[in-house]
């Protein structure tokens, strides 16, 4: 569990809950901890190659602190699914004079402030993005 945090920015509580729902509980304490392992490895795994299929299509989106930075592994997967939904949807960044690389620093920027992942900022999502570069902005003033 702290590799997975370490290594791909999960909580501890997800990765349980993904281990927990590949787990029949047998009522042997020591045969539901090994498979609890077991399933742990198996979670990490699954990880690790979606780490690998998305680095190998997309490349790192940047901002890497370490070997694939723990913050940077979701924020990259949000980042890339935002791509590929505006290229889905007709979204050509030459068509605004964006090299590959702007567009995947604006991809990675805008994701981190769309929490709810619907594609648009709402208000909330506006007022925080704001306040992070020192605006603080009434809601009048956002809409």
């Known amino acids: 569990i702290l590799y997975s945090t370490y290594r791909f ?9 993904a281990v927990r729902q590949l787990a029949q509980p047998s009522g042997l304490a020591i045969v539901d901890k090994a498979t609890e392992v077991a399933n742990t490895l198996k979670v990490l795994k699954a990880l690790n190659e979606m780490s ?19 913050a940077d592994s979701l924020a990259n997967l949000s980042a890339l699914l935002l791509l590929k939904k505006a290229e889905d949807e007709g979204f050509d960044r030459t068509e605004y004079g964006l090299s590959a690389s702007q567009t995947k620093s604006i991809a990675l920027a805008f994701s981190k402030f769309d929490v709810n ?3 648009l900022l709402d208000l909330s999502e506006l007022k925080k993005l704001c306040l992070d570069l020192g605006q603080d902005l009434s809601d009048a003033e956002l809409k």
Do not use: F, I
């Open 117 to 119: 992942d619907n594609g």
């Open 9 to 17: 920015g999960t909580s501890a509580p997800e990765v349980l809950v």
């Open 52 to 70: 690998a299929v998305l680095r190998a299509q997309y490349g790192d989106l940047g901002n890497s602190k370490g070997p694939s930075s723990a």
